[in-house]
């Protein structure tokens, strides 16, 4: 069910959705968190379709807010200054979707815009799918959130963009090209523990050029191992292709042929294949959900590893 409201309230948008929960005999107090996704136009659908997934594992309120900087308003008409849809059953996944286009001064206020529509006593986290502001913390949206979601990997310039997360990081900042690492951690932190535990003396990571979770990975090895890490780059790929730790015995490696299949390998083993898929968006933030804690380990990589990488 898709319901579009022009030139409406928040107050009306509000009643609404208390209109079409009582029609479907349910309560929004059965939502665990409110998700707000701040995105252009152009990017909206998929995330939409990123949170509907994830929300069928949290279910949740979902808040789109999509700044209007086109429309020609006649200033003798009475107009809002906010179009919204609302979507419920099918269109929702396991919530309903309240998306917002504020137009002119209401563009400024968007705090302010959502606070009426918020679940009571729930938490509120902040997504942003493509390009965030320089300080999540210090934007007005973000300040409400108690967790911020970032993915610089799919910004206008991932480098620029993690260079500038990294400056105004707060406990509560997390991003998605980090999450997109938790089974190559894992994966890699078993390896480390299989005996004989030598020190490994280097790595080298191999991935896709310009990869921003391949220089996340770096980042962890090399504040977590406090040895070289190197990076090859391969044209083909599309996302981390290997990684091999050498040790006085040999070199441990975890290599990904494909997108499904991972090999692992042992000096003096037959090399062993494990499952290991290509994490989805959706995957990354279902986790990300999930927690809602500070990750005291991203927060070391970005700040300290990553100044370990480049120094």
Same mark, same amino acid.
């Given at each position: 069910?898709?319901?579009? &409201?022009?030139?409406?309230?928040?107050?009306?948008?509000?009643?609404?959705?208390?209109? /079409?929960? *009582? *029609?479907?005999?349910?309560?929004?107090?059965?939502?665990?968190?409110?998700? /707000?996704?701040?995105?252009?136009?152009?990017?909206?659908?998929?995330?939409?379709?990123?949170?509907? #997934?994830?929300?069928?594992?949290? %279910?949740?309120?979902? $808040?789109?807010?999509?700044?209007?900087?086109?429309?020609? $308003?006649?200033?003798?008409?009475?107009?809002?200054?906010?179009?919204?849809?609302?979507?419920?059953?099918?269109?929702?996944?396991?919530?309903?979707?309240?998306?917002?286009?504020?137009?002119?001064?209401?563009?400024?206020?968007?705090? =302010?815009?959502?606070?009426?529509?918020?679940? %009571?006593?729930?938490?509120?986290?902040?997504?942003?799918?493509?390009?965030?502001?320089?300080?999540?913390?210090?934007?007005?949206?973000? #300040?409400?959130?108690?967790?911020?979601?970032?993915?610089? &990997?799919?910004?206008?310039?991932?480098?620029?963009?993690?260079?500038?997360?990294?400056?105004?990081?707060?406990?509560?900042?997390? +991003?998605?090209?980090?999450?997109?690492? =938790?089974?190559?951690?894992?994966?890699?932190?078993?390896?480390?523990?299989?005996?004989?535990? /030598?020190?490994?003396?280097?790595?080298?990571?191999?991935?896709?050029?310009?990869?921003?979770? &391949?220089?996340?990975?770096?980042?962890?090895?090399?504040?977590?191992?406090?040895?070289?890490?190197?990076?090859?780059?391969?044209?083909?790929?599309? #996302?981390?292709?290997?990684?091999?730790?050498?040790?006085?015995?040999?070199?441990?490696?975890?290599?990904?042929?494909?997108?499904?299949?991972?090999?692992?390998?042992?000096?003096?083993?037959?090399?062993?294949?494990?499952? &290991?898929?290509?994490?989805? +968006?959706?995957?990354?933030?279902?986790?990300?959900?999930?927690? /809602?804690? %500070?990750?005291?380990?991203?927060?070391?990589?970005?700040?300290?590893?990553?100044?370990?990488?480049?120094?």
């Amino acid at each position: 069910m898709i319901i579009d &409201m022009p030139n409406t309230h928040t107050s009306e948008i509000s009643q609404k959705v208390d209109e /079409l929960h *009582e *029609e479907r005999g349910e309560a929004a107090t059965g939502r665990v968190l409110t998700l /707000l996704i701040l995105t252009g136009g152009t990017h909206l659908e998929q995330a939409l379709e990123t949170a509907n #997934a994830a929300s069928r594992e949290h %279910p949740c309120r979902v $808040i789109a807010i999509v700044p209007d900087t086109t429309s020609d $308003i006649d200033p003798d008409q009475d107009d809002s200054n906010l179009n919204a849809q609302v979507r419920f059953g099918a269109d929702a996944g396991a919530g309903e979707i309240i998306i917002l286009r504020p137009r002119n001064g209401l563009i400024r206020h968007q705090d =302010t815009l959502v606070m009426p529509l918020l679940v %009571p006593d729930a938490p509120i986290v902040a997504w942003w799918p493509t390009n965030p502001p320089a300080s999540p913390l210090k934007d007005p949206v973000g #300040a409400m959130a108690r967790s911020r979601i970032t993915d610089a &990997m799919n910004s206008d310039n991932p480098e620029a963009t993690m260079e500038r997360l990294r400056s105004a990081l707060d406990d509560s900042d997390v +991003d998605l090209s980090w999450t997109r690492l =938790t089974i190559w951690r894992a994966m890699l932190a078993s390896l480390l523990d299989q005996p004989p535990h /030598l020190p490994i003396i280097k790595a080298k990571v191999v991935g896709p050029k310009n990869f921003l979770p &391949m220089d996340l990975l770096r980042a962890w090895l090399r504040l977590k191992l406090d040895v070289p890490v190197e990076m090859e780059t391969t044209q083909e790929a599309t #996302a981390i292709t290997g990684v091999y730790l050498t040790r006085e015995d040999g070199v441990l490696s975890l290599v990904r042929p494909d997108n499904d299949q991972t090999v692992v390998s042992f000096p003096g083993q037959a090399p062993q294949p494990v499952s &290991m898929p290509v994490r989805s +968006d959706e995957d990354c933030l279902s986790e990300e959900l999930r927690r /809602l804690e %500070p990750d005291d380990v991203y927060a070391e990589v970005v700040s300290t590893g990553w100044d370990l990488l480049y120094s």
